[in-house]
């Protein structure tokens, strides 16, 4: 069986679906097990809309035992499955190629203890990342990540493709941050890593596997994290700026200045802001400028942060750096200012047909790439729109027509890729390389690094049944 939409991708050598299959699952997980076609569409299809399964079943378990129970019952009967837990990916990662069976996270929310005094949180993955910052926040504490999804990514997904967002710059990946995972193995076997200690260097940090991979080596069940005090002051600030140069002094002078308090520092750019405004009828709050950053305070010190903040302004703008700039007056002016750059996303799915990439490239050649891609694109497209985490040095880059066409795609891959590896970049900065992207791993990661992933794939899923046409190329 070849796939219609990828004709070069082969269905692998897996089982289908039975009665006796349907059975056994509807006894383990009564209610739980769906099957009705309209029910169905919401998992076979991805957040961008552009990789679309066919599975005909989406099991819900409640309990890790259940999910050991389902994988092992997979792995015998050589069941192709995708865990799934918010379906926000935007590689394709989280819906089926042809019938994977769906495993999702749902009914998997149960926070599960919390130490007010480390911070630390232990929780089911399915519970969605805005409701854990909820929950967390009536404690003075705070998730330490964010980003655009929040409202129904679920921590387990974040964990599996270790997902950056908004405020890596200041609380570090999730590398850091994860202090244990729990992960059931495709034999049904359950890896208990759920370690809640800040230090355990009893050999091999085997968490560190289940983050990033995508559901490629297990299902992650459970996780325990680390969470920063929620800070008392917050401040946000919106500055224009003429080219990206200016973009580059103001982040440098900003970490200077604002040096600890510094929570977030992204940058979007004029295509950006005409996209959202069109699109989403937003408004811009200042005039337009080519660039504009977003910057973050943190602080435990209103009237101090405060302080260092106008001062920042005042040397930027008294350098010529920033052009003009306005800073948040109440809560809902701040998210009005974050609303602007978290919605890019949704408001380039308006266009019609969206090619997105997300890469880590030297900050001094973040903006070249664009300027390069716009003039190789010429009236051929919509929108050539770029934003990011320009303190991380990673850039989402984005082009849209109104329809798929191959001859812009065309001209667009391999020659981003290309580029990205001549300057050592990264051709996934923070989503992973799901369906869309398995086969550009060797622009970024050199040949014996890719060979081990494929020795480790088959040492923790010897019949491929994990997520298969993911992460690991052909
Ligand atoms: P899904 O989409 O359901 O799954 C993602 C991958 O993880 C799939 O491969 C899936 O098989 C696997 N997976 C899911 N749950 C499990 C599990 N329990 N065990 C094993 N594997 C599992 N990403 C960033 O890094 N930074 C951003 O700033 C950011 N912003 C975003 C903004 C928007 C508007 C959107 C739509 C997406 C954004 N993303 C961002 C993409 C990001 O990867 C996801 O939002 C999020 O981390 C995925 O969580 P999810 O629960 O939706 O996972
Ligand atoms: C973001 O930072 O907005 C997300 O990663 C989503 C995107 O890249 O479009
Ligand atoms: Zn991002």
């Known amino acids: 069986l070849t796939s219609v939409r990828y004709p070069h991708v082969q269905r692998g050598k897996y089982a289908t679906l039975t009665e006796k ?47 050991a129970e389902i994988l092992k019952y997979c792995n015998e009967r050589h069941l192709a499955v995708v865990p799934q837990g ?44 805005e409701t854990l910052d909820n929950y967390l926040a009536e404690r003075e504490l705070m998730m330490p990540l964010d980003l655009g999804a929040k409202g129904s990514c679920h921590i387990g997904g974040n964990v599996s493709t270790n997902a ?19 992960a059931v193995l495709a034999s049904g076997e359950i890896v208990d890593c759920l370690s809640s200690l800040r230090k355990d ?23 325990s994290i680390l969470c920063p005090r929620r800070p008392k002051a917050v401040n946000v600030a919106f500055l224009g700026v003429e080219n990206f140069e200016a973009a580059l002094q103001t982040f440098q ?26 699109n989403l009828k937003l408004t811009n709050p200042i005039k337009s400028y080519p660039l504009y950053i977003l910057i973050e305070t943190s602080g435990s010190h209103g009237s101090h942060d405060e302080e260092k903040l106008n001062a920042f302004l005042e040397a930027a ?32 799915l308006h266009d019609g047909y969206n090619y997105k990439y997300d890469i880590s490239l030297p900050l001094p050649k973040l903006y070249e790439i664009v300027e390069d891609m716009r003039q190789r694109l010429g009236s051929k497209v919509t929108r050539v729109v770029s934003y990011g985490h320009l303190g991380d040095g990673n850039l989402h880059f984005n082009v849209t027509t109104p329809e798929y066409n191959k001859e812009v795609l065309g001209l667009i891959e391999p020659y981003i890729y290309e580029w990205t590896s001549q300057v050592r970049g990264s051709v996934s900065a923070e989503h992973g390389l799901g369906f869309k992207k398995r086969d550009c791993i060797r622009y970024s990661k050199e040949p014996n690094a890719v060979k081990m992933m494929v020795k480790m794939k088959k040492l923790f899923d010897p019949n491929g049944i994990l997520n298969p046409y993911k992460t690991i190329p052909l």
């Open 164 to 182: 950056g967002g908004l405020r890596l710059l200041r609380y570090g990946s999730l590398h850091g941050s994860v202090l244990g995972v729990e």
């Open 253 to 278: 002078l900003c970490k200077g200045m604002l040096a600890e308090i510094l929570s977030a520092c992204e940058f979007m750019d004029q295509e950006s802001m005409q996209c959202i405004q069109e």
């Open 317 to 348: 703008m008294g350098k010529g750096i920033v052009q003009d700039g306005t800073i948040a007056m109440d809560v809902t002016q701040r998210q009005n200012i974050w609303g602007l750059r978290e919605r890019i996303a949704e408001g380039l």
């Open 86 to 129: 918010g379906n926000t990916g935007l590689v394709g990662g989280s819906v089926p190629v042809f019938d994977e069976i769906v495993i999702s996270t749902q009914l998997m929310n149960q926070i599960i203890s919390l130490d007010e005094v480390s911070g630390i949180v232990v929780c089911q993955s399915g519970c969605i990342l």
């Open 21 to 67: 299959d349907v059975d056994f699952f509807q006894k383990l997980l009564p209610q739980r097990v769906l099957q009705d076609p309209s029910e169905l569409d919401g998992y076979n299809i991805d957040w961008m809309r552009t990789v679309r399964g066919n599975s005909q079943m989406v099991l819900r378990p409640k309990t890790t035992s259940e999910v």
């Open 201 to 223: 260097n009893t050999g091999y940090d085997l968490k560190q596997l289940f983050i990033g991979s995508e559901g490629t080596l297990g299902m992650v069940t459970s996780v």
